[in-house]
């Protein structure tokens, strides 16, 4: 079984800075990509970033400049550092990672989700 998950989220005044985080445990063989998505009130989800296990980054455009996705190997964590939060990011937060477990299995696995909320 594995399991996502999620640190952080909070409510934060435009222009501040939030860091979550995201850790997996479980009977993890590997990782693969990791990312964020987030969901917005009666919004699809969306891609916010993902990371490639060396390390390979890839930012929507609404973030990149603001947002720095990064991972930890050893510690089978993704984390996303948000900064110059803007009343548009609030949202709910969602880890993802592809996890090949030890049946190698490959799948993706989803945190519960954590709430950001920018004020303005």
């Known amino acids: 079984q594995v399991q996502l998950v999620e640190s952080g989220g909070g409510l934060v005044q435009a222009g501040g800075s939030l860091r979550l985080s995201c850790a997996a445990s479980?009977?993890?063989?590997?990782?693969?990509?990791m990312g964020w998505y987030r969901q917005a009130p009666g919004k699809q989800r969306e891609l916010v970033a993902d990371i490639t296990r060396d390390g390979k980054t890839n930012y929507s455009e609404s973030v990149k400049g603001r947002f720095i996705i990064s991972r930890d190997n050893a510690k089978k964590t993704v984390y996303l550092q948000m900064n110059s939060l803007i009343p548009e990011d609030t949202a709910v937060y969602y880890c993802?990672?592809?996890?090949?477990?030890?049946?190698?299995?490959?799948?993706?696995?989803w945190g519960q989700g954590t709430q950001v909320i920018v004020s303005s």
């Open positions: 993802a990672a592809e996890i090949r477990t030890y049946t190698l299995s490959l799948n993706t696995y």
């Open positions: 479980g009977s993890i063989f590997s990782i693969n990509a």
